[in-house]
């Protein structure tokens, strides 16, 4: 059952006030506002809460958990929402100076970056990952060898699927 917005809102400002800031509340409600299934609302949700914490700084790392987070209901996130890559690829540069022996971190980013069809990026952080993946974020070693050859090509191609 989908919540009243009004009241799902309320509910997480109180959770907010009351907690310490957790991801948590802000997965869930990128997750509410994907079952409304009102285009744009998770996106919307993330872009001003990253405005909130700072663009540039704490703000993109937040918009690249929340964009993370909303990954579970899109096999590719840049192909069924408008969540910028850009701005995640910012995020997870702070999160990566945040937790530099984050494997899960660096595996991550050069997931994404394979998705958006980011060579560029996919390229160093690929080879940052490739002799130890995380299965976790590549689900199994084909994957890395899609990652692998896409990174590799040269040719401007339309981003995995």
Request: net charge negative; with cysteine; glycine share 6%.
């Amino acid at each position: 059952e989908v919540w009243c917005h009004a009241s799902f809102f309320r509910l997480f400002d109180d959770a907010f006030a009351r907690y310490p800031p957790s991801y948590t509340f802000y997965c869930h409600t990128a997750r509410y506002l994907w079952e409304l299934e009102k285009a744009g609302a998770c996106e919307q949700f993330a872009e001003a809460e990253r405005q909130k914490f700072g663009a540039g700084g704490e703000g993109d790392a937040l918009y690249t958990r929340i964009a993370w987070s909303m990954s579970v209901n899109c096999h590719n996130r840049f192909s069924c929402s408008s969540i910028s890559w850009e701005t995640m690829a910012a995020g997870f540069t702070r999160l990566i100076a945040e937790y530099p022996d984050s494997r899960w971190l660096k595996n991550a980013y050069a997931w994404f970056a394979f998705k958006a069809g980011d060579r560029m990026r996919l390229r160093p952080a690929l080879a940052a990952v490739v002799d130890n993946p995380d299965m976790g974020i590549w689900v199994n070693l084909e994957n890395v060898g899609f990652a692998t050859k896409f990174a590799e090509e040269s040719a401007p191609t339309a981003p995995p699927p």
